[in-house]
């Protein structure tokens, strides 16, 4: 009897869109269910009262199945209004920071949020570009660059301090002078995220040997001691990757660095708000190695991602 309605209940709570096709469908299947079993092993003088117990019923399980369908609709349909009028009026010196509330990479992946919460933290996109393999250029997955938007500030102001009369632009986008820069920060904790979103079906053990490439690239060619004992890191990389698991298209890997430096890992499904704790990275060069790779030349991982973040902060500075 009540199949038809703890269907509906189970579809709402793994919040897919329930049509009205949907709903018609369970309703006549419970109907049917209800009025086989009434009428199974009675006699038929007393059809009449087994059925009208039956709509009875009916009536209540499909009562109890809308209230748990608006419940269920209430939270999917409302989730991502609260979670962005959480976020704070934006300073009217970093407006021009968001002229949109997304913002579409060059790949085919749904659009990115500018501002999002991680954590409790408010992040702003700043970056956004593509991240190609082979000379054919093909399109892996669209990474955002991400930081705290209190730490905003720190970045404007340390850019600010080593310019002098030269240009803005030039200075952050300098194979030297933009190592210097951006290594200083992360040696600082500022607080740098990367949103990647796969734009096309991979899974983790691609992704995984893909980042370890990016460090061991970075440690060798961006100056960072290759002395440091960077083994304890790449264990944790590999464990937090190391499970045989997809990474479908337009699936997100948040990497996220808090205040303490260490690397945050979170996976969620396509189309779903369930985030997955992966791990953590603890190791400092580790993490700073692979920042590095989608900050500064040479071979960045996504130029368009590095230039484009270094264009938004160039655009705040006074």
Known sequence: MMLGHTSIFLHAVGRRPLSRGFLCRAVRSSKLSVVRASFSNVPLSSTRSAF??????????????????????????????????????VEPRYASLFPESTWQPDTKVDPFMRRINVDGRELWLLGLGVRSVSFLKIHVYAVGIYIDKDDVPLIVKALSEIKGDSDAKSIALDRDTGLDLFAALLDNNVRFALRIVPSRNTDFSHLRD?????????????????????????VQIRSALGRKMSAPKNSELML?????????????????????VLGTVTDKTIVKALFLHYLTPPTAASEQARVSFVDSIVSVMA
């Not at 009536?59 to 269920?72: D, N, R």
């Not at 609709?73 to 704070?88: C, D, G, L, M, V």
């Open 52 to 89: 009208n117990s039956s709509s009875k019923q009916l009536k209540k399980a499909v009562s109890w199945g809308t209230v748990f369908f608006a419940i269920a609709w209430y939270n999917f349909t409302t989730r991502e209004i609260i979670e962005q009028e959480a976020i704070a009026a």
């Open 210 to 234: 893909g980042f370890i490439r990016s460090i061991m690239a970075s440690i060798r060619d961006r100056r960072i001691s290759q002395d440091a004992d960077t083994g304890t890191g790449i």
């Open 256 to 276: 996220s660095i808090d205040k303490s430096g260490t690397l945050n890992m979170k996976y969620t499904p396509p189309r779903s708000s369930e985030k997955e």
